[in-house]
């Protein structure tokens, strides 16, 4: 069955990918010094630590591996592993853990680390045989299957090539083999490679310069965002609406129903009623970086205008409003932006989801965004982020990232709370 799974795999990617398979390269069959170039320190660091040995300069003519397949695309050339249930387990762990954030792959380090971490009875015969004279001893081949893997994520950036692709056992053996192996295996293949694990430098300020918090692996967050929110908040931004660009209408608040918004009877009524009304024409044609003072206080004043109509705050006003002017006008949730965002005491605080329906709160809640979205330090990370996900506007990769960046605080803190009853 490994072996089915792994061609299975490749002949999978290789076809979606329209990829031609190249035999293993020359540098990875033995590395030593040489071939291991700026990564040695941190590869002989490795070794020592699975074996408690000095890894030599130069390898034997005898110690040689393949690899499961090397992808060669338009893009460039690539390594595509399939790793079976025997190279997860406390070593593999041991190695990711050197270098998981700051090594740049096509996989999640994390859940690999997890798999690993997970595991408690290692394989026996063959699987765990001594392999000297680099891993002698018991449990020498599933060292050396962790060590192996180690030098496949660290040496292809060294070389010119793509960043490794890893395919799990656990991600496709249950469906590999089914009519529909092909459209899934493409989708896990289009989002492993639309978001490869960059080094953990990417990162995002955000909090105006009042209550700045400097939010990690952004990256991740939005690959995480396309997992958890693909039936909810993914829909909402892939919207497109049908109603007139300049008018609020009783159909515009359907779609909001897909991020919690608070939408009833009432709010519905106040559309029916006052929609008509609102001049959504003289609304500024830019992005909300590129607003005025007195572009955004216009702004404010027009959302605060539906927030006077029953039903309606600030949450359920800018959630409608957003799929007007996607570049323009952010989404304020009540508990995300006001409850946390603009909170300082929030994390050490639940947050808040009081209705808000002030225009000078509404304001500042505006000029809190646009000054993170245009401030100089996130620059870099914004069109990086942009890169991967080019149809989000950056108020949409701003609210994509603080929502699950929110989720993740809060999921912290309700472990931390049953850890604590218990």
Not at 38 to 44: A, C, D, E, F, Q
Not at 167 to 182: L, Q, T
Not at 272 to 282: C, P
Not at 331 to 347: C, E, K, Q, S, T
């Amino acid at each position: 069955m490994p072996r089915e799974l792994e061609h299975a795999v490749v002949s999978l990617a290789s076809r979606i990918l329209g990829a031609q398979i190249e035999p293993t390269p020359s540098w990875l069959v033995r590395p030593g010094e040489l071939e291991c170039k700026k990564r040695w320190p941190l590869i002989t660091q490795i070794y020592g630590d699975l074996t408690g040995l000095e890894l030599p300069t130069v390898m034997r003519p005898v110690e040689r591996r393949t690899v499961d397949a090397v992808l060669r695309t338009e893009a460039g050339s690539r390594i595509l592993e399939v790793d079976e249930e025997q190279h997860f387990n406390e070593f593999r762990a041991r190695t990711l853990r050197h270098y998981m954030h700051d090594v740049s792959v096509a996989f999640d380090p994390q859940a690999w680390l997890e798999a690993s971490d997970a595991k408690t009875q290692l394989e026996g015969g063959g699987f765990g045989a001594p392999k000297p004279p680099l891993f002698p001893g018991p449990g020498g081949r599933h060292r050396q299957r962790a060590f192996r893997d180690a030098l496949t994520d660290l040496l292809p950036a060294e070389h010119g090539f793509l960043p490794t692709l890893r395919v799990a056992y656990f991600e496709v053996e249950d469906w590999i083999n089914d009519p529909d192996s092909e459209e899934r295996f493409e989708t896990l293949l289009r989002d492993r490679l639309r978001y490869p694990r960059a080094p953990n430098t990417m990162e995002l300020i955000l909090g105006a310069g009042r209550i700045d918090r400097r939010i990690s692996d952004v990256a991740r967050l939005l690959r995480d965002w396309r997992e958890k929110e693909r039936d909810w908040g993914q829909l909402y931004l892939e919207y497109e609406p049908i109603t007139p660009r300049d008018r609020v209408l009783v159909e515009d608040l359907a779609v909001t129903m897909l991020i919690n918004s608070r939408v009833d009877a009432r709010a519905a009524t106040s559309v029916a009623r006052n929609g008509a009304a609102l001049d959504l024409a003289s609304l500024p044609e830019k992005a909300l970086e590129e607003t005025t003072d007195e572009d955004r206080q216009f702004l404010a004043q027009l959302i605060g205008t539906m927030t006077t109509w029953p039903g309606i705050g600030a949450s359920v006003a800018t959630k409608t409003l957003h799929k007007k002017r996607p570049r323009l006008i952010p989404v304020l949730d009540n508990r995300a932006i006001f409850g946390a965002y603009m909170n300082p005491h929030w994390p050490e605080r639940r947050p808040l989801g009081e209705t808000i329906k002030t225009v000078a709160r509404i304001k500042e809640a505006l000029e809190w965004i646009a000054e993170d979205v245009a401030r100089p330090e996130n620059e870099a990370t914004w069109r990086a982020l942009q890169s991967v996900e080019p149809d989000r506007s950056r108020i949409e990769l701003f609210d994509m990232t603080w929502w699950m960046y929110l989720g993740r605080i809060e999921e912290r803190r309700r472990s931390a709370a049953s850890a604590q009853e218990q």
